[in-house]
């Protein structure tokens, strides 16, 4: 009886990665001028979807953005362009890559970029704040998906070195990565409704010690038993960095918001909370590349990192 046949390595192609890469740079800044839409209370300056006062949103009269418009449908056709590059990714995926998975995977992106722009159309149309929440969580979902894609097609990622048993710690430290991301992410949709009703600041406060509590312990955790894992040791830092960033930017945006202590112009405090959200979604992104180097150097997760991860989270 003969041996079964191992599965065909993959072979690194560059597109797939390209688009990747131009997909979270396209990703990034939407989020931020969707922040910076939300703080300025510009959601609503455009009352029409999917057409702007009547025209094609992509032949709106540059003459005619201003105030608020601007803000508003400069989101629009920023979203429209990743909506494109979604699309491009995934036709490239599909016809370069032998992982049906990532293929899949990039399905379920195109899948969730078409949903966000529905969420985007249907708070214009329906006039309701709970979908503008749903929206700015959703958005959030699909950056952290478009760093996974982008390290999923990374030459670093098929180039990892094979699992060692230095990384096979029972699976403590991929538990505790992957309990971190789930709660920054908690922490974004907490974010949502603060800036959404101005409730919740007390969970919010909350979740943020309890963020940089996980954030501590994955740093200690690596320099003590992987230090000499470089491809652990580099997003971990980076984490770590966010997150004192992250701490000084929420602790004055809070004492310009909430309190006298700090008495900025309105549209410097937009700014300043804007680039809190902004670096809570690098934080996001950051947790979920060190997770996903995690299970991938792991012997537990060497030989589907992606099904692992999904099986140990709804076993736990």
Known sequence: MGTPASPR??????????????????????LFIGGLVTGKGAGLAVPDWPTTF???????????????IFYEHSHRL????????????????????SRA????????ALALVIVQGVLGGLRVVLLEQTLAIVHAA????????????????????????????SLNDGGRLRRLCLATTALIYMQVIIGAVLRHTGERVDAHLALAALVALHIMLILIRISRNHARVYELQR???????????????????????????????????????????ACGALML????????????????????????????QFST
Not at 54 to 68: A, E
Not at 138 to 159: G, P
């Open 54 to 68: 009547g025209h094609n949103m992509f032949f709106y009269p540059w003459s005619k953005m201003v105030g608020n």
């Open 101 to 108: 998975w990532l293929r899949w995977l990039a399905a379920a």
């Open 235 to 277: 997003p971990a830092l980076t984490l770590f960095a966010l997150l004192l960033l992250q701490l000084l930017l929420g602790t004055v945006s809070y004492l310009a918001k909430f309190t006298a202590a700090l008495r900025l112009p309105i549209d410097a405090t937009v700014v300043l909370t804007t680039t809190h959200l």
């Open 285 to 312: 992104g950051s947790a979920v590349a060190l997770t996903l180097k995690c299970y991938r150097l792991s012997t537990a997760g060497a030989q589907n990192p992606g099904r692992e991860i999904l099986t140990e």
């Open 9 to 30: 390595p993959s072979v690194f192609s560059i597109w797939p990665h390209r688009l990747a890469v131009l997909l979270v740079c396209a990703t990034f800044p939407l």
């Open 78 to 97: 920023v979203a429209s362009f990743v909506g494109l590059v979604t699309i491009a990714f995934t036709v490239t995926v599909w016809l370069r890559e």
């Open 138 to 165: 959703t958005a959030q979902a699909f950056f952290a998906l478009t760093i996974a894609l982008a390290v999923f097609t990374s030459k670093e990622w098929l180039s990892l070195p094979e699992p060692t048993t």
